[in-house]
């Protein structure tokens, strides 16, 4: 579990607010900003995209250190190929043109997910972005490729058999720590904040281990339109709540 790292002042109560040291988002509703307007949904995702750039700004602006998007699930595989291949050019341009900034701004970027999945091309411009800001200090962005939270999950069980196969554990060592090492997201705390847009009451296979204790924000917000005063109000919104953690 991790521990909020920073605190912001509520205006309402003029008293510091924890901030989340992790932040996960299930961007949603692209398509449906797009059909209001008459758009064709590639649309909806090219404004989608420029919400990530937002999203970044404002996690530098509140002290945020991890930044995890769901992009791509796994069961994204199952919309029309046109849409599927419109994502991953919007992921190669989004890359290719953003990769500059991201240095600047210190962000480093990973991703989590069947990353062998994604077409060779976007994945060369993936792991050339992640190789190039590998040695930033800043805002870890982590964007969720080709991602479903019970795959990761099956992943780690076969990883960890493996193990146990080849006499490197037993099966009683197996504890909380084995399995959590052995997910994509290993080498991060997990997420304070988990914020859905579009007002949708899911989770969809998005890091089921480790929202177990996040705090969970849904805004009717569609993700285009999510600005930084939206990402604000659900920080304060998470700084208002009381983690207990199952105790008292
Ligand atoms: C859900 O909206 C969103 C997605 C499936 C893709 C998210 C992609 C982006 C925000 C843009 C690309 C991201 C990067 C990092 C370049 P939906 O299509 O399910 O919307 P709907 O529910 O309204 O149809």
Same mark, same amino acid.
């Given at each position: 579990?991790?521990?909020?790292?920073?605190? @912001?002042?509520?205006?309402? %109560?003029?008293?510091?607010?924890?901030?989340? $040291?992790?932040?996960?988002?299930?961007?949603?509703?692209?398509?449906?900003?797009? $059909?209001?307007?008459?758009?064709?949904? #590639?649309?909806?995702? %090219?404004?989608?995209?420029?919400?990530? %750039?937002?999203?970044?700004?404002?996690?530098?602006?509140?002290g945020?250190?991890?930044?995890?998007?769901? /992009?791509?699930?796994?069961?994204?595989?199952?919309?029309?190929?046109?849409?599927?291949? /419109?994502?991953?050019?919007?992921?190669?341009?989004?890359?290719?043109?953003k990769?500059?900034?991201?240095?600047? #701004?210190?962000?480093?970027?990973?991703?989590?997910?069947?990353?062998?999945?994604?077409?060779?091309?976007?994945?060369?411009?993936?792991?050339?972005?992640?190789?190039q800001?590998?040695?930033?200090?800043?805002?870890?962005? =982590?964007?969720?490729l080709?991602?479903? /939270?019970?795959?990761?999950?099956?992943?780690?069980?076969?990883?960890?058999?493996?193990?146990?196969?080849?006499? $490197?554990?037993?099966?009683?060592e =197996?504890?909380l720590?084995? @399995?959590?090492?052995?997910?994509?997201?290993?080498?991060?705390?997990?997420?304070?904040?988990? =914020? &859905?847009?579009?007002?949708?009451?899911?989770?969809s296979?998005?890091?089921?281990?480790?929202?177990?204790?996040?705090e969970?924000?849904?805004?009717?917000?569609?993700?285009?339109?999510? %600005?930084?005063?939206?990402f604000?109000?659900?920080?304060?919104?998470?700084?208002? $709540?009381? &983690?207990?953690?199952?105790?008292?």
């Amino acid at each position: 579990m991790s521990e909020a790292t920073s605190t @912001i002042v509520s205006s309402e %109560r003029d008293t510091p607010l924890a901030v989340p $040291r992790h932040v996960a988002v299930i961007m949603d509703g692209n398509g449906r900003w797009a $059909r209001e307007r008459g758009l064709p949904r #590639r649309e909806g995702h %090219r404004a989608g995209a420029e919400s990530v %750039r937002t999203a970044v700004e404002s996690c530098q602006k509140l002290g945020i250190d991890y930044l995890t998007l769901y /992009a791509f699930s796994s069961e994204n595989w199952k919309r029309p190929p046109a849409e599927t291949a /419109a994502l991953m050019q919007l992921l190669e341009r989004f890359l290719q043109q953003k990769t500059p900034e991201l240095k600047e #701004r210190n962000v480093r970027l990973q991703a989590i997910g069947n990353l062998e999945r994604l077409p060779a091309a976007s994945r060369q411009r993936l792991e050339d972005s992640i190789e190039q800001t590998a040695s930033n200090s800043g805002l870890r962005l =982590i964007l969720a490729l080709s991602y479903g /939270a019970r795959e990761e999950l099956c992943h780690a069980m076969q990883e960890i058999a493996r193990s146990v196969e080849a006499g $490197r554990m037993r099966p009683d060592e =197996i504890d909380l720590e084995t @399995i959590a090492a052995h997910l994509y997201t290993c080498d991060c705390p997990d997420p304070d904040l988990l =914020i &859905r847009t579009s007002g949708e009451m899911r989770i969809s296979n998005f890091l089921l281990w480790q929202i177990s204790y996040s705090e969970i924000v849904v805004t009717k917000r569609l993700w285009p339109d999510f %600005r930084e005063s939206d990402f604000q109000e659900a920080v304060l919104e998470y700084g208002r $709540r009381q &983690r207990r953690y199952g105790g008292l």
